[in-house]
């Protein structure tokens, strides 16, 4: 595994060396910002603690923080350095007080770089359930294993990117490209694992739509991401409220700019908008090795540095660490805004119980072995026991496959080709359907694309603990199954009128430091095609055999136009990225054990031009990409509704071996929209008040005999005396210590309280009218009226339920509810969220995707079935 911690460690290196400060001394170029587009200051930061909810987390950060030195409080704040210490991130520890060095690590589906852990399905396949449920209890093992491991937080969920680009290479990480599906994926996710003790991390905030180009460089700044304000609120924003609102510990910053200040110090988003606006109380980190100022950064509203170096990894320098320390000293960074950082995070630690038994890591994520480097980055570093190899697995595959399976997504199946017969004469094809030949861990973070695709590739994966895949499941399954599990259709085959062709193809895509098969990340090569010649596999089956099953493992749509209308092509089936139980949860459904009762969480384009060339890459290696949202709200289905496009497969979109009807819909009111705009918000609770005098030099001199390992990051000077100054600092503009009024649109955890009030219930009746058990997902949209005065996509969906298995002739009862925020629109003018009075003229849709809705309700009459 050496290879895999050199290559992390090399690309990580590389893509900082080149991140480098000179960018600020204006020698790189930079395109401008657009007109219009400026993220305006907002100063100061808002202080955590006046949410009811965390005051007694809060009231127990206070007895510890107004004890702490200067130099505990800056330990707090920033990372040790990378690869110094067990896992991806640490921050330094307070151990008066019990606060050990707090472990970070990756992903959002497992484990990363670690043994004895599951290997979850993907956020999109988590998506393509539409299970509520199943979202939870994700997030409760994903929990429990961190714990396991001794790991504080855990760096998931991610809901940005949303999906904004189809071939955007991280989208797969998220839950799909809808800001509902988005954020119920994510605050289900955050609940479960939070329920378990560790502190959850949303990210990346916000606008990260592309991999390619997003990090500062030499030659480039990171690009910016130009997004008007409703846009920010009614699409991008929106998971991450709904994520606040569900109490999540930590958010993570994207590395792009948006309307070109650097997310890392964008006091607009990060003081204004998530710390005020939406009332988050917990700590705002970086994405690793983004941070490019450290007085900005702390003034914008940043609490933590991770991993904490400076502009050259490696060399023990920081933006934070000792500067920070001086920075307090001489005065520039005020006292409160470093006792605020630090309060989040303490309260935070407090808030998820994490002073109480919380284990201490046991893993090393630099290296398979049981004994190594304590701190890989210092060279000359103590060794130590590092990996105890904790199974932190416990029953965790049973819920591993029943995602994977409930994803499972049957988009065609004429004939009633699927299920399979245990005795079907079957044919194999493809290497998908099979395993890595190289071992599958071979590739560091999963950076190739060999046999079945479990998952994309990137800092957003987790080892496999076993692969259970396709080829080993059909084959323990089927009585007659043979196998070709190569890419080129083999010569050698013989097709029988009673044979039926099974092939598996994919398409992947990953984070931007690796490169898969000429692909940066994003799909930068392969398109929106199935990799491997894939079609060609498709099309080569159909010629020969006259019932052909497609099984596509894929990170996003694909077009499949080369052969979706092929009459030997009977079945299509998406798998998404199911992770280590590949097989068997196929087998579940291609056997009938199970109806399929995934839907599609994105659009299948017929061609990539259906989309807004907005929504491209951008490929431009100078200059700083100016990447403006111009299509607005209207991405995925909301564009394709817009422009009156057909698509291949709607969002939404999976069929079932029954069928379902839906009925009986009533809809009722609950509190009534009285009136547009919410009513006003509550008022902020209290604050701490520490003393705020900037504490003695002393506190952050070298302690006395210190063992100090080389090139680690520590909060202390050479000659703190010396730090202390009188001189003027120059602020940015528009920088104030006098706090701002309270934003409208705040008041709690995600926003005003009052716009989770629920206006509306919908009641629906599901019943299985077919001859066979199975799920079905009522899927809700809204129609909001045109007296709003705003162009709004025409459908939106806001609500979701999902059927428990109802046997044929079973029927359930779903009820959906619809808060104000649901039915209203962000007025940029009045900075608040307006909704239609009463509700009305608002129209209510409910089917099966949104392209097949079966019941329409109008507030004020009788739910009609269409
Ligand atoms: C970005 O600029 C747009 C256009 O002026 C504005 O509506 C929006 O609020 C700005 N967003 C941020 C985060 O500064
Ligand atoms: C911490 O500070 C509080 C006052 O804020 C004081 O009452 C308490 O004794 C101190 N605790 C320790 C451990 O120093
Ligand atoms: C700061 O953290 C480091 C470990 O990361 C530790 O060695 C040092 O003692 C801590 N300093 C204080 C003042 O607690
Ligand atoms: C490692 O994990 C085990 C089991 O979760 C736990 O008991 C132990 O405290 C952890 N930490 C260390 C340092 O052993
Ligand atoms: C205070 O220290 C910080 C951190 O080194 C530095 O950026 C800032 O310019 C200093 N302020 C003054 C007034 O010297
Ligand atoms: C499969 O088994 C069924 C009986 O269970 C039989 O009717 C059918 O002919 C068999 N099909 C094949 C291809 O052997
Ligand atoms: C093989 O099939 C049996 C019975 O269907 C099942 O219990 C077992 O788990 C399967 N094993 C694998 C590796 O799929
Ligand atoms: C399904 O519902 C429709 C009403 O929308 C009804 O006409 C039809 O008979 C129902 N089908 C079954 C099988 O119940």
């Keep these: 595994m050496a290879c895999a911690i050199a290559l992390t460690a090399v690309s990580l290196f590389l893509s900082s060396v080149f991140s480098s400060p000179i960018d600020t001394s204006g020698n790189v170029r930079r395109d401008s910002v657009p007109t219009g587009y400026e993220s305006p200051p907002y100063y100061p930061a808002p202080p955590g603690g006046w949410v009811s909810d965390w005051a007694p987390a809060y009231a127990k950060a206070y007895e510890v923080v107004s004890n702490m030195t200067l130099a505990e409080k800056v330990n707090m704040t920033t990372g040790t350095g990378i690869f110094m210490g067990p896992c991806v991130g640490q921050t330094g520890s307070a151990l008066r007080f019990g606060i050990p060095n707090l472990c970070l690590m990756d992903s959002p589906l497992g484990i990363r770089n670690t043994d004895h852990n599951t290997a979850f399905p993907a956020g999109i396949t988590v998506g393509a359930t539409f299970d509520k449920e199943l979202m939870y209890a994700r997030g409760v093992a994903l929990g429990e294993e961190a714990r396991g491991k001794g790991v504080n937080v855990l ?266 017969k245990r005795n079907d004469s079957l044919k194999i094809f493809g290497t998908d359907a099979g395993t890595n030949p190289d071992g599958i861990n071979s590739c560091a973070d999963k950076g190739c694309d060999k046999g079945v695709l479990t998952m994309g590739w990137g800092s957003g994966t987790s080892k496999l603990p076993y692969l259970n895949t396709p080829q080993e499941a059909i084959a323990n399954a089927s009585s007659n199954a043979e196998f070709f599990v190569t890419d080129s259709f083999p010569s050698n085959v013989n097709a029988n009128p009673e044979d039926i062709a099974i092939v598996f193809i994919n398409a992947d895509s990953g984070e931007n430091y690796i490169t898969v098969e000429g692909n940066y990340g994003d799909r930068s090569a392969a398109g929106l095609y199935a990799w491997h010649n894939g079609d060609d596999l498709v099309k080569a089956a159909a010629a020969k055999f006259s019932k052909v099953v497609v099984v596509v493992h894929t990170v996003g749509p694909i077009i499949l136009e080369n052969w979706i209308d092929l009459p030997s092509v009977k079945s299509v089936v998406f798998a998404h990225l199911p992770g280590q139980e590949a097989g068997d949860s196929l087998v579940d459904v291609l056997f009938g054990d199970y109806s399929p009762s995934g839907h599609l969480p994105y659009t299948i384009p017929r061609s990539e031009d259906q989309y807004p060339s907005s929504v491209s890459l951008i490929n431009q290696p100078f200059g700083q990409i100016q990447d403006t949202f111009t299509e607005g709200l209207y991405i995925d289905y909301r564009h394709f509704l817009h422009a009156n496009l057909t698509p291949r497969y709607p969002f939404g979109h999976g069929l079932s071996y029954t069928t379902f009807n839906i009925t009986e819909a009533t809809i009722s009111v609950v509190i009534p929209l009285q009136s547009e705009y919410p009513p006003t918000r509550p008022p902020k609770g209290p604050t701490p008040t ?70 509306f219930s919908v009641r629906v009746k599901v019943s299985n009218t077919g001859s066979r058990p199975g799920r079905a997902v009522a899927q809700l949209y809204v129609e909001l009226p045109s007296s709003l005065g705003l162009d709004t996509p025409r459908l939106q969906l806001r609500q979701f339920e999902k059927t428990k298995t109802l046997a044929p002739g079973e029927s359930e009862v779903l009820t959906m509810e619809l808060t104000r925020k649901d039915l209203s629109v962000w007025d940029v003018v009045v900075q608040d969220w307006k909704a239609p009075l009463n509700g009305q003229g608002v129209k209510v849709w409910i089917g099966e995707s949104v392209a097949d809705l079966r019941v329409v309700c109008e507030v004020g009459r009788e739910c009609r079935n269409i």
């Excluded at 001189?727 to 926003?751: D, I, K, L």
């Excluded at 009052?754 to 206006?759: E, G, P, S, Y």
């Design 690 to 759: 520490y003393n705020n005098v900037i504490p003695p030099a002393s506190e952050v001199a070298w302690p006395e005999n210190f063992d100090r390992i080389w090139r680690y990051i520590y909060p202390y000077l050479d000659n703190p005396a010396a730090a202390t100054s009188t001189a003027p600092y120059p602020y940015p503009t528009g920088y104030t210590t006098v706090p701002q009024p309270a934003p409208r649109a705040g008041g709690a955890e995600g926003g005003n309280p009052a716009l989770w009030d629920v206006a």
């Design 155 to 420: 760096m998931g969920p991610m809901v940005g990117p949303i999906g904004r680009k189809p071939r955007g290479g991280r989208n797969w990480e998220g839950f799909g490209a809808d800001p509902t599906l988005q954020a119920i994926g994510g605050a289900q996710t955050i609940k479960g694992m939070q329920s378990t003790g560790v502190i959850a991390t949303l990210k990346h905030f916000i606008g990260n739509e592309q991999e390619m180009y997003r990090m500062t460089s030499v030659i480039q700044r990171g690009y910016s991401s130009n997004i008007d304000d409703r846009t920010l609120h009614e699409l991008y924003l929106w998971p991450f409220a709904e994520g606040v609102r569900a109490g999540v510990g930590s958010v993570m910053m994207a590395y792009n700019d948006v309307n070109g200040s650097a997310c890392s110090q964008n006091s607009k988003l990060i003081n204004g908008i998530l710390k005020d606006e939406l009332g988050f109380q917990g700590f705002v980190m970086t994405d690793w090795l983004t941070q490019i100022g450290g007085v900005s950064s702390a003034l914008a509203g940043l609490d933590m540095a991770m991993p904490g170096d400076g502009p050259i990894p490696l060399f023990g320098d920081s933006y934070w660490g000792s500067e920070l320390s001086r920075a307090v000293l001489n005065g520039t960074v005020p006292v409160d805004r470093l006792n605020d950082m630090v309060t989040r995070i303490v309260a935070t630690w407090y808030k998820f119980g994490q002073d109480k038994d919380f284990p201490l890591p046991n893993f090393s994520s630099n290296t398979d072995a049981a004994t190594g480097l304590l701190y890989p980055g210092a060279v000359f570093s103590p060794i130590g026991v590092v990996n105890q190899f904790v199974d932190v697995q416990g029953d965790h595959k049973v819920v591993a496959r029943a995602i994977a399976r409930d994803a499972i997504t049957l988009l065609k199946n004429e004939d009633n080709a699927l299920p399979l």
